[in-house]
């Protein structure tokens, strides 16, 4: 028997009114309460499978009037975090409960919506180190597969760009910074030299040289890039957390660390959206890292793919002790969600950034959630941004302070930004000295992709003309 007709009963009380069909709307299914009995059956089917995709997660069953009177009702279901249920689940509930009696056997019968997560991910290497290690993991992942049942599958890890003994290859057009700065996809070499063509939906990440950096991205059936930065990586662990936490019921502050170059949604998702608190900090890990100290838990994530996630010892220590305090009147389900708190610190790399470790903890919550990486991009839209760098004679003419936001030197140069930034809606731009290269790096974000090229164009020239360029006007990155 399959697990849907686990629940089928065939019983008059839950026969289905003849009533025309009904439709699983924005207060889930609608009508007079009198007509909702099959529903009210049939919501509880759905809720115990839908579950079941969730890895065994609570999901809620609301019955409302709302605003309407008494005895019009609606029944709503609820996923874990409290998302109302996606459209896949929506067709399939509307088609559940419009089954006649004499189908209802049959339909349970059919395959209920599959999960949205696929446990695949195909990882750029950049042609450096990270390709090492990541075969390691594969050849672990592959044992874990063939010890453990065949309806559990381990995470399938492709490498491309992993000729990690050929020259001049190492982060040419390919590797994180490369896809970051671009925006768009890297070159894609089989160990062989062939070429693999890009699979639409499918989801890609690439880390760095070093493997201390990642970012996700993916192509859609249209053919557009998407992608899914630090800042992106950044929001889906400090959400995860923040509703982990609110599930174990016990108070612990998370915050989020950023620089100016995260993306200004991605901040204002992190403050309106998720309620967590956001420092700003100079350019550079070891200025996120120390910052990141001061909350119980701390996410750090540059826009550029450098992150992790830091458990103040304090904390872990509390939360430990409570772990395994008999006493704690913790119920099972606090106590399943404080252990997945502790399994995170345990996927992360607190020490310093590790591509790898983030990548196994992106996919983690990826899993937990039953998310695609369109669900993850869906959570907010970035403000289209242009990232351009500048000669000059002497960069160290060019001084900033608050965590680059403000340019004190050049005098006047500031102000000319300003005056700049003001003619565009959502406008925001700032320039440093790089920390690793002989330019003045430039960022301008603003509500179209257009304006955000303007203005950075424009915060270039005043840069050249205000401290001294030299060679072209201003040059694209790489
Ligand atoms: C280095 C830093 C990184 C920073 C970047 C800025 C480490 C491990 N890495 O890659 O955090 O974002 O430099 O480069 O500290 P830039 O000064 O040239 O813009
Ligand atoms: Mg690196």
């Not at 453990?148 to 890890?157: E, F, G, Q, R, V």
């Not at 700065?181 to 070093?210: C, E």
């Not at 998407?226 to 662990?237: E, F, K, M, S, Y």
């Not at 160290?396 to 403000?406: L, N, Q, R, Y």
């Amino acid at each position: 028997m399959n697990f849907p007709m686990a629940f089928y009963d065939k019983s008059p009380k839950y026969s289905k009114n003849q009533l025309g069909s009904l439709h699983y709307g924005t207060a889930g299914f609608r009508t007079r309460a009198e007509n909702l009995g099959h529903v009210a059956y049939r919501v509880g089917i759905i809720a115990a499978l839908r579950s079941r995709v969730r890895n065994g997660q609570a999901i809620g069953v609301m019955i409302t009037a709302s605003h309407n009177p008494e005895d019009d009702n609606g029944i709503k279901i609820v996923d874990p975090m409290g998302e109302m249920l996606e459209g896949a689940w929506e067709t399939y509930a509307t088609d559940m409960v419009n089954t006649p009696d004499a189908s209802l056997e049959q339909f349970l019968q059919r395959d209920e919506p599959k999960k949205l997560y696929t446990p695949e991910i195909s990882v750029d290497c950049a042609n450096g180190v990270g390709a090492l290690v990541l075969k390691k993991m594969i050849h672990f992942l592959q044992e874990l597969q063939s010890s453990s049942s065949p309806n559990k599958k381990s995470l399938k890890i492709n490498l491309f760009n992993d000729l990690v003994f050929v020259k001049d290859v190492l982060n040419n057009e390919c590797g994180a910074d490369f896809v970051k700065v671009q925006q768009k996809i890297p070159i894609m070499k089989k160990k062989d030299g062939s070429s693999l063509h890009v699979i639409p939906n499918a989801r890609y990440a690439s880390v760095d040289g070093d493997a201390d950096r990642i970012i996700y991205y993916y192509v859609d059936d249209s053919g557009i890039f998407h992608l899914l930065d630090g800042d992106r990586i950044a929001i889906l662990v400090a959400g995860y957390l923040k509703e982990l936490i609110k599930k174990t019921g016990i108070n612990i502050q998370v915050g989020l660390v950023q620089t100016a170059y995260a993306n200004g949604s991605s901040t204002k998702y992190a403050i309106e959206k998720l309620n967590i608190p956001v420092a700003w900090t100079l350019t550079g890990v070891k200025h996120l890292h120390h910052k990141a100290k001061e909350f119980d838990i701390g996410v750090y994530f540059e826009a550029n793919g450098h992150g992790t996630v830091l458990f103040n010892s304090r904390t872990v220590e509390h939360l430990t002790k409570l772990l395994v305090d008999e006493r704690n009147g913790l119920s099972e389900d606090q106590k399943a969600n404080l252990k997945k708190l502790l399994v995170v610190r345990d996927v992360i790399n607190e020490t310093v950034g590790d591509a790898i470790a983030d990548l196994l903890l992106v996919e983690a919550i990826l899993y937990d959630s039953d998310w695609n990486i369109q669900q993850w991009l869906n959570l907010y839209d970035d403000l289209p941004n242009r990232q351009l760098k500048v000669s000059l004679q002497d960069c160290s003419v060019v001084k900033t302070e608050g965590a680059d936001v403000k340019c004190i030197a050049p005098a006047g140069l500031q102000q000319k930004i300003n005056s700049l930034v003001k003619n565009y809606p959502s406008g925001r731009a700032f320039i440093r000295p790089s920390g690793t290269e002989n330019f003045v790096r430039i960022y301008a974000e603003a509500d179209s992709q257009k304006n955000a090229d303007s203005l950075a164009a424009e915060v270039a020239q005043a840069v050249h003309s205000l401290a001294g360029s030299v060679g072209d006007l201003y040059e694209h990155p790489l």
